[in-house]
């Protein structure tokens, strides 16, 4: 349902995302996309050596990240997003294809910045865009060079002042007279995508920007990389510094590589599947330790706030016409994916009324799904009707003034993420935490 591919891997070794087994993984079925020198970039499905689907946990692990945003986000839409239903008139449903089950009638936020779910929903709508540009550039004979633009920034900067820096200079960049001439020769388009990591520098946003071009390939990689200066000059005007890795360039061999490790869209549409030393993506890995850390919900906290209604993805105009990619909103994105996850012909497994979907998804919303695509009808109601789980997989919201034990979790199995006494949950309860050093460049790597 919310992935139906998962991110490229390679074809065998330990598992991504774990499927509790701990065994080796293949991948199987058909292939995605080839990548922009004929490399595969995925396989459709991924099952490990006892035959373990990984979605599950997949989806497991998203229903509970985006509990824990709705916690610490408050009256934001991520609170809502397949929680609440769409209409206090309809009905929620769960429906089933051949192998898959969803939701429907639930609202749907479409944040690819704040809500788990729809961040995934909207990164394979995106890497389909991205796969269809380019094959399409491969058959006109385009170039494609991946540019990656940062610069040197102060661990106690905020986001939000780091993110405007980095739109002002990127602004002053295409603006300038050589970017403008080379928009007039071979440069056919880019696409842009901001990204942001957080580590003991504080906030680190950069913009990868991938360039087609047309033209012979060494003349325009040195034409591209004579764009060093102007991206430095602008950086000036907005009294910022960059050097060495503050402007990388790579060409259509690394390009292409890179391409086929994210899958074309992987790190170009959000940095969703980009794995930290930590393990996972880096804001999911902040939104993690939301449950036991009030300085990592002040983190998340700042971080969504300072991405909202922010693009992540922008393609220069007139290039999706080109390449014949539709334009698609994020919030239809997500519906679109979530449509397209199930199969073609569906079948209700479970309609529920509005109350009844209230005390429903206590059980766990994976857990229904995974219900209904084991067992169906039956399944689903033995779960409704059976004991609830010691340890709900998809954690519920604690009531408004509810204390917790100090421990980070209730005391009661339920798997809930505690809030701070009194802390309440329109806002962190503190500041960002200040970094040990303060003041310290960041060391652009």
């Known amino acids: ?14 598992h991504p995302v774990g499927c509790g087994c ?13 990548g922009l020198n004929g490399e595969v970039l995925g396989a459709a499905r991924y099952t490990c050596e006892i035959g373990k689907p990984l979605f599950e946990d997949t989806r ?20 809502k997003c397949l929680w609440a239903v769409a209409d206090l008139s309809s009905a929620v449903a769960i429906t089933k294809g051949e192998k898959r089950a969803r939701y429907t009638g639930l609202q749907t936020c479409g944040s690819v910045w704040m809500c788990p779910v729809c961040a995934g929903r909207v990164a394979e709508t995106r890497r389909r865009e991205m796969n269809k540009a380019l094959a399409a550039a491969r058959a006109e004979g385009l170039a494609v060079f991946l540019m990656t633009l940062t610069f040197r920034h102060s661990a106690d900067e905020g986001l939000a002042d780091t993110l405007t820096a980095l739109k002002a200079s990127m602004k002053a960049f295409r603006n300038h007279r050589s970017f403008a001439t080379l928009r007039k ?32 390939k060494e003349e325009g990689h040195e034409a591209l990389e004579a764009l060093r200066e102007p991206w430095l000059a602008s ?28 899958g074309a869209a992987e790190e170009l549409t959000l940095g969703g599947k980009k794995t930290g030393k930590a393990g996972g993506p880096p804001p999911w890995q902040i939104l993690d330790k939301t449950r036991h850390s009030a300085s990592a919900r002040a983190l998340f906290f700042e971080y969504a706030m300072a991405t909202k209604g922010r ?33 073609l012909v569906e079948s209700v497994i479970i309609t529920l009324r509005r109350e009844e979907w209230i005390e429903a998804r206590k059980r766990g919303r994976a857990r229904l799904l995974e219900a209904a695509e084991a067992g169906g009808t039956a399944a689903v109601i033995g779960v409704l009707t059976g004991p609830q789980a010691s340890s709900d997989p998809d954690p519920q919201r604690p009531p408004r003034g509810w204390q917790g034990s100090g421990s980070g979790h209730r005391n009661d199995g339920s798997g809930e993420a505690a809030r ?3 802390t309440p949950r329109s806002a962190p309860r503190e500041g960002p935490p200040q970094a ?10």
Request: proline share 6%.
């Open 1 to 14: 349902m919310l992935h139906s591919a998962l991110p490229p891997t390679p074809t065998s070794g330990v």
């Open 22 to 34: 701990g065994c080796a993984f293949s991948a199987s079925e058909s292939p995605l996309v080839e």
């Open 60 to 79: 497991r692990e998203a229903f509970q990240r985006q509990r824990l945003a709705a916690d610490v986000m408050g009256r934001e839409r991520v609170g």
């Open 185 to 216: 020769t071979g440069m056919v388009g880019t696409v842009v995508a901001t990204e942001m990591t957080h580590g003991h520098h504080g906030w680190h946003p950069h913009a990868h920007i991938l360039v087609f071009w047309k033209g012979d």
């Open 235 to 262: 950086l000036a005007g907005q009294d910022r510094e960059g050097e060495g890795a503050a402007f990388d360039l790579r060409d259509g061999s690394a390009a292409g590589k890179y391409v086929a490790k994210w």
């Open 311 to 343: 693009r992540a993805l922008v393609w220069s105009p007139g290039l999706k016409a080109r390449f014949e990619v539709d334009e698609v909103s994020d919030e239809e994105a997500a519906e679109a994916s979530d449509q397209e996850a199930a199969d």
């Open 420 to 422: 701070p006494n009194g």
């Open 436 to 445: 040990a050093n303060k003041g310290q460049s960041c060391p652009i790597p």
